[in-house]
């Protein structure tokens, strides 16, 4: 198999390669509100779960746009309350994905753009998104700096945060306190510019065995 050289690549090169094979990856689509009460909506899939205990999540948020050296909204709006929803990206929302992802100017509100209505949250200020099936109420706890904070391919806020209220459909459930992986239809994030939706013939199982001598 070929080598493929990092030192010889840009950053961008290095961070596509890496968007490529790191997949699928889940989207988080992630509602804030800024100082005046502003939604933003916007997808995250450089996220994942982190642990059961306090259950946390982490997702990593860059630095600048990649258009001006603008903070993106998600991480001005993170400042100001420290909350945000997480709502699971699933097939309902996928048509949008791009759309919510555009560097909109400040205060522009994606959701009323797209057509997603909101409802109010549990626990947590900003709202959360009526057509996904879970959402993800969080406060954050952490924040780790990474990279230089001038560039768009290397600068991130790796936010940790804290999952204070769980908010899912019926639809989705097995039964009390427990999600059907059948039933969610998630969609994942392949390279740019590939999605994949986990649901019908592309779900496989295996029993887990555990090891004894």
């Excluded at 998600?74 to 996928?94: D, K, Y």
């Excluded at 969610?184 to 390279?191: I, L």
């Amino acid at each position: 198999m070929p080598v493929i050289n990092l030192d010889g690549l840009t950053p961008a090169q290095k961070q596509g390669m890496i968007s490529q094979l790191v997949v699928p990856r889940p989207i988080a689509m992630i509602s804030t509100t800024d100082a005046d009460g502003n939604l933003n909506v916007a997808p995250f899939s450089y996220f994942m779960p982190v642990c059961g205990e306090p259950p946390t999540i982490a997702v990593t948020i860059g630095t600048v746009r990649e258009a001006t050296p603008e903070p993106k909204d998600t991480w001005v709006n993170l400042q100001h309350s420290g909350e945000f929803v997480v709502n699971l990206t699933s097939v309902a929302l996928a048509d949008h994905i791009e759309t919510a992802a555009k560097e909109f100017p400040a205060g522009f509100n994606e959701a009323e753009h797209i057509g997603w209505e909101t409802i109010p949250s549990q626990v947590v200020a900003p709202p959360s998104l009526a057509a996904s099936p879970a959402h993800m109420e969080c406060r954050v706890v952490e924040v780790i700096d990474r990279g230089d904070p001038t560039s768009c391919f290397s600068g991130v806020h790796i936010v940790l945060a804290e999952v204070v209220c769980i908010v899912a459909d019926e639809a989705i459930l097995a039964g009390p306190n427990r999600i059907d992986p059948t039933k969610v239809s998630p969609v994942g994030r392949m390279g740019f510019p590939w999605f994949v939706a986990a649901a019908g013939e592309a779900l496989f199982e295996q029993e887990r065995i555990a090891y004894s001598a």
